[in-house]
C-alpha cells in the first residue's frame, strides 16, 4: 500500500529564512509525485509534479526535487503570503487515487 | 488555470435531509473524482469517474453515491445525511490525453450535519 509521510508537522519561519519541507514515500511504481498548496477553507492548488529520481522544478520561491525515497520542497527567502500548508501526494501506476500526506503547515512571520 | 466549481461552498443541514453537492469544470477533463477531507488529515478518494457513464467507488467506504451523466458535471448524493458525514468534500478533474494526468481541485464544500 502507497503511503506519504511529511515532516515537520508544522514549521515557523521569519519572512526571508530559508528552509525545506519533507516528503518521505513508499510506493510500488512512481507514476508521479504531487505538490499543492493548500490556503485554509480552500482547495489544493497545483504545485509541481515530479516523476523521476533527479528532478527538479521551480516556480518563484519554492523548488520541488525527487529522489527515490523522498522529496523535498525547498523554500527561498519565503514572505508572509508564502504561508499555507503543502500537500505532498503520490500516484502509483494503474491507480487513479492520489495518496496523500497530511501536510506541513507553513507560518511566515513577518 | 483550473476552472473548476462546487457549490454550495458551506452548507448545515439536519440528520436525515438528502443533499446534492454539485461539481462542474469547463475544461473538458474526462476524469473526475471525490476526495474527503477532515481538518488536519489526509485527503482520501472516495469516487472517480473515467468519462459519462463511469463511476467507481474509491478506498475510503463513503455512504454517499454519484453520477456522471454529462462529462463537465459529477454531482455527489447522500440520501440521508448524518453526524458523521460532517467534513470538506473536494472535487478534482484530470485529462487523461495529457502524459501528466495531474489533478486539479475545486474550492470544497464544507459539510456540517446537525
Known amino acids: 500500500e502507497d503511503q506519504v509521510t511529511q515532516s515537520p508537522e508544522a514549521l515557523r519561519l521569519q519572512e526571508g529564512e530559508s528552509s525545506s519541507l519533507n516528503c518521505s514515500y513508499t510506493?510500488?511504481?512512481?507514476?508521479?509525485l504531487f505538490w499543492y498548496r493548500q490556503d485554509p477553507g480552500k482547495g489544493p492548488e497545483f504545485l509541481f509534479t515530479?516523476?523521476?529520481a533527479g528532478e527538479e522544478k521551480e516556480k518563484e520561491r519554492l523548488k520541488a526535487t525527487l529522489t527515490k525515497k523522498e522529496s523535498f520542497l525547498h523554500i527561498t527567502a519565503p514572505k508572509p503570503e508564502d504561508s499555507a500548508t503543502y500537500l505532498c501526494a503520490v500516484q502509483d501506476f494503474g491507480n487513479e487515487k492520489l495518496t496523500f500526506g497530511t501536510g506541513t503547515r507553513l507560518t511566515i512571520i513577518p | 488555470e483550473a476552472d473548476i466549481y462546487q457549490t454550495p461552498r458551506y452548507l448545515v443541514i439536519g440528520t436525515g435531509k438528502k443533499i446534492t453537492l454539485e461539481c462542474s469544470q469547463t475544461m473538458g477533463h474526462d476524469k473526475m473524482y471525490w476526495y474527503q477531507q477532515d481538518p488536519g488529515m489526509e485527503l482520501h478518494l472516495i469516487h472517480y469517474?473515467?468519462?459519462?457513464?463511469?463511476?467507481e467507488k474509491g478506498d475510503l467506504s463513503s455512504e454517499s453515491t454519484v453520477s456522471r451523466i454529462r462529462t463537465e458535471h459529477f454531482p455527489l448524493t447522500l440520501e440521508s445525511a448524518r453526524p458523521s458525514h460532517t467534513s470538506q468534500y473536494l472535487c478534482?478533474?484530470?485529462?487523461?490525453?495529457?502524459?501528466?494526468?495531474?489533478?486539479?481541485f475545486g474550492p470544497g464544500t464544507r459539510l456540517l450535519v446537525l
Open positions: 478534482a478533474s484530470s485529462d487523461s490525453g495529457t502524459a501528466k494526468e495531474t489533478q486539479y
Open positions: 510506493v510500488s511504481g512512481l507514476r508521479g
Open positions: 515530479l516523476y523521476s
Open positions: 469517474s473515467y468519462g459519462v457513464n463511469s463511476t
